[in-house]
């Protein structure tokens, strides 16, 4: 069952709070052609691991941190994909909460499959949640979104107020510009929430892996393309009105095609019927439903019992800290790798990726970034590692959003770097 939502008005006094507001003060919603209304603009770097900073020193991020904060590491949720984490982000809720639990899987009750690249994105009846864009639009407050996950699907009914549908191939460069173009427009027509994405960085380490040469050039990569947007906003007439906040989904693992676990060969060995089962993705989780078959899920539990490198959970097994349970999007059996292994249907699928994500957020290869600075975010230097459920309500509290939804995360954790 999916969660509802409806607003918290302590929620809401918490980010007055920590904006150094009343609750008397901010009664009357501050109107769009208001000036003084903060902007941000967060930008999500794929698969940038934690570590990555302070390995490769990348001058612009370095610059953001000098200016403000930088996390040890931000914990992803659970499984540590780009579509779930990136919709925990702009929602505040933890996949099972909001619907998309994978890049892939299967919906039980629609009989039917969510799958990256296809209509299914645009399909807003697929997402429970409300993202950042659309509590912004919904007060009044324009946004622009190039490229994000469930940014394509009219959510609530609502899109934002500009939207550039994702293309792989578009160069750095031309999303920067698109980006600051929205930002160029007159005062009541730009927007003060921009989402921008880039993916280098994931796309390298999947082919080579995470120690390889390869992602020293992919970071210097999207540093520089840091400093071409951080150049851009400084030459805005409002520039140093903008909160910038740098995030990443997850971070990445070591693989190889020596460490993989065949399901479909193993279940065929041990004498398992495995037609009729619904099977997600290969990669470090692999989910698994069997309709009304109690007795052959209960059957393939009893046979990864004994595999090593992976852990069997029915559904009401899986760890309550990944909050899954309660989503019959996870499958009736959830099998995960251990670290460096990856499950695979079967021995003739070629494993060519070096690198993986999607284990537990707490290995802390998955683990994230986050980094913000402007002028509302208080120059702390590091801040301790947060879950990223919480990066929703902080985004709403620079942009004075008032009578939010209920989420997962909590203003308390991140109020503090607020000024």
């Not at 940038?48 to 930088?70: C, E, N, W």
């Not at 990136?86 to 909001?98: A, K, R």
């Amino acid at each position: 069952m999916l969660r509802q939502f409806s607003c918290r008005s302590a929620l809401a006094g918490a980010l007055l709070f920590a904006l150094g507001c009343t609750p008397a003060q901010r009664a009357t919603p501050v109107p769009t052609s208001d000036v003084a209304r903060p902007y941000v603009v967060m930008v999500s770097f794929d698969a940038f691991r934690h570590d990555y900073i302070d390995r490769y020193k990348p001058a612009a991020f370095l610059d953001v941190a000098s200016r403000g904060v930088q996390a040890t590491a931000m914990i992803p949720s659970f499984p540590s994909k780009t579509f779930p984490n990136h919709f925990t982000l702009v929602t505040g809720l933890y996949p099972g909460h909001h619907g998309i639990v994978g890049n892939a899987f299967f919906d039980p009750q629609r009989r039917e499959w969510y799958r990256v690249g296809t209509p299914a994105v645009r399909d807003s009846s697929w997402y429970s949640g409300e993202p950042i864009w659309v509590t912004a639009e919904r007060r009044g407050v324009k946004a622009g979104v190039f490229f994000w996950p469930g940014s394509e699907a009219a959510i609530g009914g609502v899109r934002p107020s500009y939207m550039t549908p994702y293309d792989g191939t578009t160069p750095n460069t031309a999303r920067i510009a698109g980006a600051v173009s929205w930002m160029r427009k007159p005062p009541l027509e730009r927007p003060h929430l921009v989402l921008l994405y880039f993916s280098v960085v994931d796309d390298t380490t999947h082919r080579y892996g995470p120690d390889a040469p390869q992602t020293a050039t992919a970071v210097s990569m999207v540093d520089r393309a840091l400093r071409q947007l951080l150049d851009s906003i400084r030459t805005l007439p409002y520039g140093d009105s903008v909160n910038v906040v740098l995030v990443s989904d997850h971070g990445m693992a070591q693989i190889s095609a020596q460490r993989v676990i065949p399901v479909g060969d193993i279940l065929v060995r041990a004498g398992v019927d495995t037609t009729w089962m619904e099977v997600s993705d290969n990669g470090p989780t692999m989910s698994l439903w069997f309709g009304a078959d109690s007795a052959r899920l209960r059957r393939v539990h009893a046979v990864f019992d004994t595999i090593g490198h992976t852990r069997a959970y029915f559904r009401s097994e899986i760890p309550e800290r990944w909050h899954q349970r309660d989503n019959p999007r996870a499958g009736d059996l959830m099998l995960v790798a251990d670290e460096g292994w990856v499950l695979i249907r079967h021995s003739t699928d070629k494993v060519t990726s070096r690198g993986a994500h999607g284990y537990d957020p707490q290995v802390p290869e998955m683990q994230a970034i986050f980094l913000a600075a402007g002028p509302n975010v208080r120059q702390l230097g590091r801040i301790p590692a947060f879950e990223n459920v919480n990066v929703y309500p902080f985004l709403a509290a620079l942009l004075r959003l008032d009578n939010v939804p209920i989420v997962d995360g909590d203003i308390r954790v991140l109020g503090s770097i607020l000024k």
